[in-house]
């Protein structure tokens, strides 16, 4: 269902702060970090048609911006590039001026593209953030990191342009925790070890992989502890990545023998009945608020489906 609330008439007038570390850039780029659902070439018309003025004087193209003036934009229609807004269930953990974290559930995109235009966690997200404000799609939800459709968990957003270039920064910094949890196939034999393996892309099949033969690999590190083992050949893990690449967790726990159940890339062909997407659960983030500083540990509880996974298996202890 699209969001039919009333919205301000256009044209609609607010202003922005030029920020430090947009001290120089071009008026036009300044507008597209803070209006991200307006295309720069739309922006570059409201320039040219007298809407933007920076110190009370009117720009031009040519300007640059410098640090704490004051930018009036005068919006006189509808963004561009607007994300469909979709009135979909959010599970929100926190929320703040500047940043929102949510429980993502399995088997939902986080953003549209190749199969899945819509239903997705941005589409979610924009809708829920037209409602705070005075026009739709002012502010356009920043997913900063991904999970893969299949995982559950806990991911951040960010509404403004500033919270997520900060943010941005720290996750390719390594300066942010990530805790998953995953259930493998297998006893697990080391309670507690680190997997130090470069990951790259097969060639044979496009899938990522620790294979010396794999191209362009990147170094790549998971340190992991076992959280239980079960009398049936599986284990819950608790698997933390050190850095960022594309299916970490997977190609890794798979490479030492220990795949994650029901992955349908990287796992083994038998473990489905007990849950029908891969057992991975984004536990909890820990990082550094993007503009005020404060340290935030945010954690996404068990799904029910990997819940009913696992439950089954200590049953069967004996």
């Avoid at 941005?122 to 900063?144: E, K, M």
């Avoid at 991911?155 to 300066?175: E, M, T």
């Avoid at 079960?230 to 299916?247: D, I, M």
């Amino acid at each position: 269902m699209q969001n039919a609330r009333p919205t301000t008439p256009y044209p609609y007038t607010t202003v922005v702060t030029v920020e430090n570390y947009l001290d120089r850039e071009k008026i036009d780029r300044f507008l597209t970090r803070h209006f991200r659902n307006y295309t720069p070439q739309r922006m570059q018309r409201l320039i040219r048609g007298g809407c933007i003025w920076i110190d009370d004087v009117p720009a031009e193209p040519r300007f640059r911006v410098r640090a704490g003036q004051q930018v009036r934009v005068r919006l006189i229609e509808p963004p561009d590039k607007l994300i469909e807004a979709q009135d979909l269930p959010l599970d929100i953990l926190y929320e703040d001026e500047n940043i929102i974290a949510v429980n993502k559930p399995p088997r939902q995109s986080a953003h549209p593209g190749g199969n899945y235009h819509d239903g997705t966690l941005a589409n979610a997200l924009q809708y829920y953030l037209d409602r705070q404000t005075p026009l739709l799609g002012l502010l356009r939800p920043g997913i900063v990191h991904r999970l893969d459709r299949l995982t559950s968990g806990v991911i951040v957003v960010c509404k403004d342009h500033h919270a997520h270039r900060n943010l941005s920064i720290d996750f390719q910094s390594g300066r942010v925790a990530k805790t998953y949890l995953a259930l493998v196939h297998g006893h697990v034999a080391d309670d507690a070890g680190e997997i130090d393996a470069a990951i790259g892309r097969a060639a044979e099949n496009g899938l990522m992989s620790v294979a010396p033969t794999a191209t362009g690999s990147k170094a790549a590190v998971t340190r992991f502890r076992v959280l239980e083992r079960f009398q049936l050949p599986y284990s819950l893990v608790e698997a933390k990545p050190l850095t960022g690449r594309l299916h970490q967790i997977r190609v890794h726990l798979s490479s030492v023998g220990h795949a994650i159940v029901a992955d349908e890339f990287y796992g083994a062909s038998h473990g489905e009945h007990l849950l029908d997407r891969q057992a991975l659960h984004a536990a909890e983030i820990a990082f550094t608020h993007p503009l005020t500083g404060d340290p935030l540990v945010i954690s996404a509880p068990l799904p029910v489906d990997f819940q009913q996974a696992v439950e089954p298996l200590r049953r069967n202890r004996g």
